[in-house]
């Protein structure tokens, strides 16, 4: 598994509401996608910036899901280009469903 992290710039004068009002747009299309374990949205009002940490089972699903038409929605809507880094997620401590998920795929 992989963990990307993906992070853009907001326009100057962004409130916080309409930025989670975009959240809340894409939520679905971001549920609908097979591939995806797992994404939490980010916010820092302080630093101009929001995005996502995504867990994928691999950097090519990554990819697929942050394709070249997701790039050109992003720069449509906020201006930028995103920053993408992507880490090796060997486990994942999941207490909200009550169980540690190994890198490999199986789950305890």
């Known amino acids: ?37 797992r994404k939490n949205f980010l916010y820092d009002a302080a630093a101009g910036q929001a995005g996502g940490a995504y867990l994928w089972p691999s950097v090519e699903a990554a990819q697929r899901g942050h394709d070249a038409a997701w790039r050109a929605r992003l720069k449509a809507m906020y201006g930028c280009e995103p920053t993408i880094r992507y880490f090796e997620t060997p486990l994942v401590v999941d207490n909200a469903l009550g169980r540690i998920i190994d890198g490999d795929g199986a789950a305890t």
Do not use: K
């Open 1 to 37: 598994m992989i963990t990307e992290l993906v992070l853009f710039d907001l326009p100057q004068g962004i409130s916080r509401e309409e930025v989670v009002r975009g959240m809340r747009q894409v939520s679905e299309h971001w549920r609908a996608n097979g591939e995806l374990v």
